[in-house]
């Protein structure tokens, strides 16, 4: 029951760090920009949009909210990406977003439902986020999924952002690759029944967990990707935020599970996130490859 596009490809750029744990995926977007990014994508999709970037926000201490750190600064990053989705998606246009954090999925799903009524999010990456400020670190970024599902104990600004609350039930997601699971998420799991297959069921049989997830797909209206650069295995691709992984995806598996997402009928966009070019071994093999991914998807999508 996918909706019919309008033939568009938007892009748009996410630079923000407020919910992360560190600085750097500010920064992710301007740098593949320079890279040679925009005219990647529009040598392989003919009806390319650059919404440009929303207002840059970098990462800092707030010793203001220890639970919840630079909430204000998370809201509204979201706020704006779903302020320059909303009319994209509404037309039935498809999208890709380049973060950033994690967080800013948020807005992208609050985008979404405000132009359709079923959307489903598949969300690829190593953790859960399903984590709410008295059971984490006061880190937003691996608690954007429990903000989506409106979770007991989440902050009412950023779940309640949307035009409805909660942004998403249960069975409109889809976790692939959640392997780092804390005790509190795992409950979670189990009493709202979440879906999830982890990294290692990934790496054995891609196409089966990609067959399951477009039968899924097939009752809604809109399907959104979301994948997080930590689901990768550090010491093959080395631009994650997080560096001490080394058991996720090479980038050759995720190239091939992305690529068997975006040939869903209902997908709509792909964001891509957490990722910190200060990170790579190999910076301009780092650009090459993300744009490479990115205009994999945009190919995909042309016509």
């Known amino acids: 029951m996918a909706t019919d596009g309008d033939g568009r490809l938007v892009f748009l750029g ?15 977007p301007a740098r593949l920009r320079t890279a040679g990014l925009m005219d990647a994508l529009g040598a392989v999709h ?24 630079n909430l204000q600064d998370v809201v509204a990053a979201s706020r704006d990406v779903a302020a320059r989705l909303r009319q994209p998606l ?12 994690c967080t800013v999925e948020i807005g992208v ?28 670190d006061g880190r937003l970024d691996w608690m954007g999924v429990a903000h989506l599902l409106d979770l007991d104990g ?15 039930e249960p069975a409109d997601i889809r976790l692939l690759g959640a392997t780092n699971v804390t005790d509190f998420e795992r409950g979670q799991i189990r009493r709202d029944s979440l879906h999830v297959e982890g990294v290692e069921l990934l790496k054995a049989d891609v196409a089966t967990v990609t067959e399951r997830t477009r039968a899924w797909a097939s009752e809604y209206d809109v399907v959104l990707i979301h994948v997080d650069a930590d689901v990768l295995d ?30 869903i009928p ?38």
């Open 234 to 263: 550090f010491d093959d691709f080395a631009v994650a935020e997080n560096t001490r992984r080394v058991d996720g995806l090479t980038l050759a598996e995720l190239r091939r599970l992305v690529e068997q997402l975006a040939a």
């Open 46 to 69: 003919s009806g390319l949009e650059d919404l440009g970037d929303v207002p840059r926000r970098e990462h800092r201490r707030d010793a203001g909210n220890e639970r919840a750190r």
């Open 266 to 303: 209902q997908a709509r966009t792909l964001t891509l996130a957490e990722v910190n070019l200060d990170h790579a071994a190999d910076r301009a093999r780092a650009d090459r490859e993300l744009i490479l991914l990115m205009a994999q998807v945009a190919a995909a999508w042309n016509g």
């Open 109 to 136: 799903v609050a985008a979404a439902v405000a132009a359709v009524d079923r959307v489903g999010l598949v969300y690829v990456d190593y953790d859960a986020d399903l984590n709410v400020p008295d059971t984490a």
């Open 14 to 28: 996410a630079p923000t760090a407020a919910a992360a744990y560190g600085p750097g995926q500010d920064l992710t």
């Open 154 to 168: 989440t902050e009412s600004s950023l779940a309640g952002m949307g035009p409805r609350r909660p942004l998403l």
């Open 90 to 101: 509404a037309a039935g246009s498809r999208a890709l977003v380049l973060g950033g954090d």
